[in-house]
Nanobody, 128 residues
Framework: QLQLVESGGGLVQPGGSLRLSCAAS????????IGWFRQAPGKEREGVSC????????NYADSVKGRFTISRDNAKNMVYLQMNSLKPEDTAIYYC?????????????????????WGQGTLVTVFS
């Protein structure tokens, strides 16, 4: 069974940092492009960031550019999202998703873009 499991969410004050992790089981991430998405209460899903299978291409939404960094460690079958300078508007459930035919070209993932495998999400709350 193909699974992605996110972790690392929690409560943080504005200006703080969190690192989200996305662990794959049942398959190897090496050939999969990865997207990070978030959905805040009452809002539509937003594509936050993406990374190509090799890690050579990354993209970010304008809302997080310069604050978030996506990375991957294929040897550990993991993808990460380092989030710095967090703001209250970053509060959301964060999801990672994987797809063999996603190449992360040019821009952050579109919110309705199809991905083969999704995680269950991890909650990030930025409060003052």
């Amino acid at each position: 069974q193909l699974q992605l499991v996110e972790s690392g969410g929690g409560l943080v004050q504005p200006g703080g940092s969190l690192r989200l992790s996305c662990a794959a089981s049942g398959f190897t991430l090496d050939y999969y492009g990865i997207g990070w998405f978030r959905q805040a209460p009452g809002k539509e899903r937003e594509g936050v960031s993406c990374i190509s299978s090799s890690g050579g291409s990354t993209n970010y939404a304008d809302s997080v550019k310069g604050r978030f960094t996506i990375s991957r460690d294929n040897a550990k079958n993991m993808v990460y999202l380092q989030m710095n300078s967090l703001k209250p508007e970053d509060t959301a459930i964060y999801y990672c998703a994987a797809d063999r035919y996603y190449y992360c070209s040019g821009y952050a993932p579109k919110p309705n873009r199809y991905f083969e495998v999704w995680g269950q999400g991890t909650l990030v709350t930025v409060f003052s």
